[in-house]
T-cell receptor
Framework: DGGITQSPKYLFRKEGQNVTLSCEQN?????MYWYRQDPGQGLRLIYY???????QKGDIAEGYSVSREKKESFPLTVTSAQKNPTAFYLC????????????FGQGTRLTVV | GESVGLHLPTLSVQEGDNSIINCAYS??????FIWYKQESGKGPQFIID?????DKRQGQRVTVLLNKTVKHLSLQIAATQPGDSAVYFC???????????FGQGTRLTINP
């Protein structure tokens, strides 16, 4: 089955620890995205990548880091510098052509205690 | 920046009625727009899209209208059903880039 997979679905971490969220797609999509969603709010763009080995900051990149070593994978690290990391994280991907829909994973709910 | 304390606008309609969800977008140079539906605890699902050279597009039970003059999008859902209850987001693509930015969202509730 083609799709975009985020793992794990739920993640718990202690405050001060870095944590990496996985996002993998087998759709042969060029662009990948990470969004953060807080309860009752919209999606805010953290980072996005248009091609391998290249990525750009979104609107709320502080405290996060990403890598894009493979076309299929775009992991997100939530660092200890992120002041309020507890949130629902969504990954998406789409073809290079900008006028195409983005496909979303099912999200990872991160809780930092 | 942060939007702490901001809550989604809500819209309640009777089952079978039509609903209209509105969205104001931010960038006059945006060239492509998408409407998504998100159910609780899940990722957003594509509903319909529209390019900036169009002002209307229709799908199955849904219509999107684009008014570039006032930077406004609307999603019309005909004959609403209980399964339409969800949060709806518009997204805009910044011209010439892959940057895809979402609007605030609207929670739609269908009353039986």
């Amino acid at each position: 089955d083609g799709g975009i997979t985020q793992s794990p679905k739920y993640l718990f971490r202690k405050e001060g620890q870095n944590v990496t969220l996985s996002c993998e797609q087998n759709l042969n999509h060029d662009a990948m995205y990470w969004y953060r969603q807080d309860p009752g709010q919209g999606l805010r763009l953290i980072y996005y990548s248009q091609i391998v080995n290249d990525f750009q900051k979104g609107d709320i990149a502080e405290g996060y880091s990403v890598s894009r070593e493979k076309k299929e994978s775009f992991p997100l690290t939530v660092t200890s510098a992120q002041k309020n990391p507890t949130a629902f994280y969504l990954c998406a991907s789409r073809l290079w052509a900008a006028n195409t829909e983005a496909f979303f994973g099912q999200g990872t709910r991160l809780t930092v205690v | 920046g942060e939007s702490v304390g901001l809550h989604l606008p809500t819209l309640s309609v009777q089952e079978g009625d039509n609903s209209i969800i509105n969205c104001a977008y931010s960038n006059s140079a945006s060239d492509y727009f998408i409407w998504y539906k998100q159910e609780s605890g899940k990722g957003p699902q594509f509903i319909i899209d529209i390019r900036s050279n169009m002002d209307k597009r229709q799908g199955q039970r849904v219509t999107v209208l684009l008014n570039k003059t006032v930077k406004h999008l609307s999603l019309q859902i005909a004959a609403t059903q209980p399964g339409d209850s969800a949060v709806y987001f518009c997204a805009e693509n910044f011209e010439g880039a892959q940057k895809l930015v979402f609007g605030q969202g609207t929670r739609l509730t269908i009353n039986p």
